[in-house]
């Protein structure tokens, strides 16, 4: 089992910043990928970022490309979701996911991000 816990969600006004964290405890040397996740309001889930939990390689969709950077610290378990320039469209609940066997197995509780216009 992989627990994944995630925080930094908030309000904030369009062209701010915000830094999800995604600390994730159990079974992480399993893990092999994670990646962060958004459901906006009437809308299906979608993917947002991911990074390979041992080479450090890098996915974004095109949505968030030049905006949102993913980063992970092996050391404290934990992957960040830096977001700049955040605009409406960006509102959504984030969730934080763990790649285990052939897909994203563990997924945390979400977080609330709001942008205002």
Known sequence: QV????SGGGLVQAGASLR????ASGRTS???????FRRAPGKEREFVASISWSGGRTYYADSVKGRFTISRDNAKNT??????????????????????????????????????S
């Open 79 to 116: 992957v960040y979701l830096q977001m700049n320039s955040l605009n409406p469209e960006d509102t959504a609940v984030y969730y934080c996911a763990a790649y285990v066997t052939d897909t994203f197995d563990y997924w945390g509780q979400g977080t609330q991000v709001t942008v205002s």
């Open 20 to 23: 999800l964290s995604c600390a």
């Open 30 to 36: 399993r893990v092999y990928r994670l990646g962060w």
């Open 3 to 6: 627990q994944l816990v995630e």
